[in-house]
């Protein structure tokens, strides 16, 4: 069984940066693909970011691209989404979740936790 939980979020203005962790507990933690989603207000949940158990195969949504940053730290068992010149877009409560690396966007593998809420002012 793998327990995920999201931290990192905040209040920040448009063009600062924010550094969210997912802390993975589990025994298959190194070999899962690991993704960050997020869901604005009024919105469905999207996928944003995976990063396989390797590390060598790294997915980002369009919107993203170039300015977030998925990582992951297997001493620590953590995976950290570092998202830089932030746009009130970025507004949402990002999560993290495994999955199959071809899959994970829509089939992710584990209950929602509570997430972390971002919160990016114009």
């Known amino acids: 069984q793998v327990h995920l939980a999201e931290s990192g979020g905040g209040l920040v203005q448009a063009g600062e940066s924010l550094r969210l962790s997912c802390a993975i507990s589990?025994?298959?933690?190194?070999?899962?693909?690991i993704g960050w989603f997020r869901q604005a207000p009024g919105e469905d949940r999207e996928f944003v970011a995976s990063i396989t158990g390797s590390g060598r195969s790294i997915r980002y949504i369009d919107s993203v691209k170039g300015r977030f940053t998925i990582s992951r730290d297997s001493a620590t068992d953590t995976v950290h989404l570092q998202m830089n010149n932030l746009k009130s877009e970025d507004t949402a409560v990002y999560y993290c979740?495994?999955?199959?690396?071809?899959?994970?966007?829509?089939?992710?593998?584990?209950?929602w936790g509570q997430g972390t809420q971002v919160t990016v002012s114009s």
């Open positions: 979740n495994y999955g199959d690396r071809l899959t994970i966007a829509a089939l992710p593998k584990n209950s």
């Open positions: 589990g025994e298959t933690f190194r070999a899962e693909t």
